[in-house]
């Protein structure tokens, strides 16, 4: 399987805190995307990072890119409890295969 | 209002049954995917469809099928070879591969009974 690996797999803060979740891919990419899902739904996206981008930021969010290591990082700052979902990566698959590989997901709990 | 829409939401299907989930999008994207997502896992790619009448084989296409004969259709045949279908199926639409997003529907949770 091409899909990625992310951690921590669940994560559990007070609010106001800061949250940090991994991922790690396998692949060469074109770029790097983070989505939102909350339970029962379908994913929304949140933040784009190309491949020869470094930093991203959009927000509360701050996404770190290193495509020598092909890992990521999401930050989401001074979070809150409507922040309490799970969040993906997806690459967008390099060669122009127009593939969309996600990772395994960081469930995330936010208390008030 | 521009979108992506799976029907039904709930599909209940019996052992040795074909179904078949819509998935419709007036975003004018060409390019298509199911995803398959099982209970606190991650989404795993079905099949995708970067231009009409055409489509590729994701990491789990066995027991599926798919076609595309509009641009704004990609439905998804599970069948009766798919041994354990009961998942949570999302489809999703982007403008193009490179740099785009993907918008996704609200899902269509299968259940075998």
């Known amino acids: 399987s091409q899909q990625g690996e992310e951690d921590p797999q669940a994560l559990s803060i007070q609010e106001g805190e800061n949250a940090t979740m991994n991922c790690s891919y396998k692949?060469?990419?074109?770029?790097l995307q983070w989505y939102r899902q909350n339970s029962g739904r379908g994913l929304v996206h949140l933040i784009l990072i190309r491949s020869n981008e470094r930093e991203k930021h959009s927000g509360r969010l701050r996404v770190t890119l290193d495509t020598s290591k092909k890992s990521s990082s999401l930050l989401i700052t001074a979070s809150r409890a409507a922040d309490t979902a799970s969040y993906f990566c997806a690459t967008d698959v390099a060669s122009n295969t127009g593939k969309l590989i996600f990772g395994q997901g960081t469930t995330l709990q936010v208390k008030p | 209002d521009g979108g992506i829409t799976q029907s039904p939401k709930y599909l209940f299907r019996k052992e040795g049954q074909n179904v078949t989930l819509s998935c419709e999008q007036n975003l004018n994207h060409d390019a298509m995917y199911w995803y398959r997502q099982d209970p606190g896992q991650g989404l795993r790619l079905i099949y995708y469809s970067q231009i009409v009448n055409d489509f590729q084989k994701g990491d789990i296409a066995e027991g599926y099928s798919v076609s595309r004969e509009k641009k704004e259709s990609f439905p998804l045949t599970v069948t009766s070879a798919q041994k354990n279908p009961t998942a949570f199926y999302l489809c999703?639409?982007?403008?193009?591969?490179?740099?785009?997003?993907?918008?996704f529907g609200q899902g269509t949770r299968l259940t075998v009974v």
């Open positions: 692949t060469s990419i074109n770029n």
């Open positions: 999703a639409s982007r403008g193009g591969t490179g740099i785009a997003e993907a918008f």
